[in-house]
């Protein structure tokens, strides 16, 4: 048997489950992130966290957000509110910016593969960062910062000088788009939501595979169907995102 071809930053773990019912999955925990924007000379760029190699994503670089808490949900126990004030809680505490809440945008909520390993399913927002606030990490769960373009940032994981787990790489793929904080802010405000339930298979050619609705492989968790392609190709060589059908 080939060996499998898995991505150092293919963060899927074991894929033989199909389902949330199978025995050993652990149930996905709610999580909140936020992509903070800012202008730059040319474009704009979005803040970056290292993640302490000790902890969940050690190592990678990341977005401000964790966990969502149970203070932070309101009495009406709504989930978007909840994730909304996690975003605000974990950016003050990983960075020492504060944010209100009302000038995110949700744009996508990825809920990752059933498995026996820990998982988020997570809620992203988008803001722009307002004030030119200087990021205080805690030197804790965060060992670094860095202000980037997204163009920039695919670079650098491309060559190998930093990590990055699939959502965040498809994210900063989709930024990388558009030219200015405004194209973006107007396409996501108008845009609804993406919602990226992940399966995981492995190819016939040994790479693993991340797939979402629309793809043709996606019902058959079966990455060798022909038709099209929605996609995250977690080869050793690099990722590689294939899309027919979504716009982004």
Do not use: C
């Amino acid at each position: 048997m080939a060996e499998e071809k898995q991505h150092k930053n293919d963060m899927y773990g074991n894929i033989d489950a199909r389902s949330e019912a199978d025995e050993g999955v652990l149930p996905p925990i709610p999580a909140a992130t936020v992509v903070l924007l800012r202008e730059a000379e040319e474009s704009y760029e979005v803040l970056m966290l290292k993640k302490n190699s000790k902890i969940t994503f050690g190592g990678m670089w990341v977005f401000p957000g964790g966990k969502i808490d149970a203070e932070d949900y309101g009495e009406d126990g709504d989930l978007e509110k909840a994730a909304r004030t996690a975003s605000v809680r974990e950016t003050i505490e990983e960075t020492g910016i504060t944010l209100d809440s009302n000038d995110f945008i949700h744009f996508a909520h990825w809920t990752p593969p059933p498995g026996p390993q820990k998982r988020f399913a997570t809620w992203f927002f988008i803001a722009q960062s307002k004030h030119s606030e200087r990021v205080e990490i805690d030197e804790g769960e965060i060992k670094d910062h860095q202000w980037i373009t997204p163009a920039e940032a695919l670079s650098k994981h491309a060559s190998g000088d930093i990590d990055l787990v699939p959502p965040t790489w498809i994210t900063l793929n989709h930024l990388a788009l558009y030219s200015t904080i405004r194209e973006v802010l107007d396409h996501f405000s108008s845009a609804t939501p993406k919602k990226y339930e992940t399966r995981v298979v492995k190819a016939t050619d040994d790479n693993r595979v991340a797939m979402w609705k629309g793809d043709a492989g996606y019902d058959a968790w079966n990455a060798d169907l022909d038709g099209d392609r929605h996609r995250l190709v977690m080869a050793n060589g690099g990722f590689i995102f294939e899309n027919t059908v979504e716009d982004y």
